[in-house]
């Protein structure tokens, strides 16, 4: 398992993850089974293998409904310099409206929020677009955001903030 990574359990019957308190434990627990099955454990891993039979059973259990799967971790630092990225990269965002409006052929007076993050986003998925290409010049770790809730929750962020994006312009 990689640094960059942890344990998660995903539903089998959803694909979601699980949002159980003892999530690390379990995925790890069924993970150190999983390699004992295969004979890879031992050492330190066998002081994680179930010592009961109820532990036991709530791991079969557990096993039945999950599948333990690595993911790869969130760094908040590098979350947050892409949304600080986004929200002063005004160069970005017209040139993004301005292919939205090409791409519509509508007014511009009928754009909703939602309907240009879904936009974007299909257009992101398509690696020789017109928008990979721009945001790639302009911030190329947006090229991986493909979410349309992502986008609208950034362009409502940068609604609420004018003024500050302004002040921080005119300090530089």
Not at 10 to 26: H, L, N, P, V
């Amino acid at each position: 398992m990689n640094s960059q990574q942890h344990l998660v359990l995903r539903s089998k019957a959803t694909g979601k993850i699980a949002s159980r308190k003892d999530q690390e434990m379990i995925a790890l627990k069924l993970k150190v089974i999983q390699l004992s099955a295969s004979g890879r454990g031992g050492g330190v891993l066998s002081l994680l293998l179930p010592k009961t039979k109820r532990e036991t059973t709530e791991l079969q259990r557990a096993s039945l409904r999950y599948d333990v799967v690595e993911v790869r971790k969130r760094s908040t630092g590098e979350r947050k310099r892409v949304r600080e990225a986004l929200e002063k990269n005004d160069a970005l965002m017209v040139g993004l409206a301005e292919l939205y409006l090409r791409a519509i052929k509508h007014s511009a007076y009928k754009i909703l929020v939602s309907k240009f993050a879904i936009w974007v986003c299909a257009e992101l998925r398509k690696h020789n677009s017109d928008v990979t290409k721009l945001v790639l010049a302009n911030c190329p770790a947006l090229a991986d955001r493909h979410s349309p809730s992502w986008w609208e929750k950034q362009i409502a962020q940068r609604r609420k903030n004018p003024k500050k994006i302004q002040k921080e312009k005119n300090a530089s």
